[in-house]
């Protein structure tokens, strides 16, 4: 079994950067697809980005192509989100995901969740 604790979200004005880490506990971290997630108030839980077990291949939502940047580091068992030209559309609690099968979009592929840490963007 994977925990998982995001950090590192906050208020940020548009055209801003945050970034995220999400830490797991557990001495497999290296076998996951490791993903992150957002949902906004009254919205369904929609996929950001997406890194296989290496770092060597990640995927992202077109919303977010060109401004987020998805990195792991194994040896600190923790899976990065940097986020760059901040839109007020991007808030919403963030979410890491860890997966066993194959890196995947779908959130329900996703086998465990972290609880989440806010990103406010103001205009």
């Known amino acids: 079994q994977v925990q998982l604790v995001e950090s590192g979200g906050g208020l940020v004005q548009a055209g801003g950067s945050l970034r995220l880490s999400c830490a797991a506990s557990?001495?497999?971290?290296?076998?996951?697809?490791m993903g992150w997630f957002r949902q906004a108030p009254g919205q369904e839980r929609e996929f950001v980005a997406a890194i296989n077990r290496s770092g060597g291949s990640s995927r992202y939502a077109d919303s977010v192509k060109g401004r987020f940047t998805i990195s792991r580091d194994n040896a600190k068992n923790t899976v990065y989100l940097q986020m760059n030209t901040l839109k007020p559309e991007d808030t919403a609690v963030y979410y890491c995901a860890a997966d066993r099968g194959l890196i995947t979009i779908a959130a329900i592929r996703y086998d465990y969740w972290g609880q989440g840490t806010q990103v406010t963007v103001s205009s």
């Open positions: 557990g001495r497999t971290f290296s076998s996951y697809i």
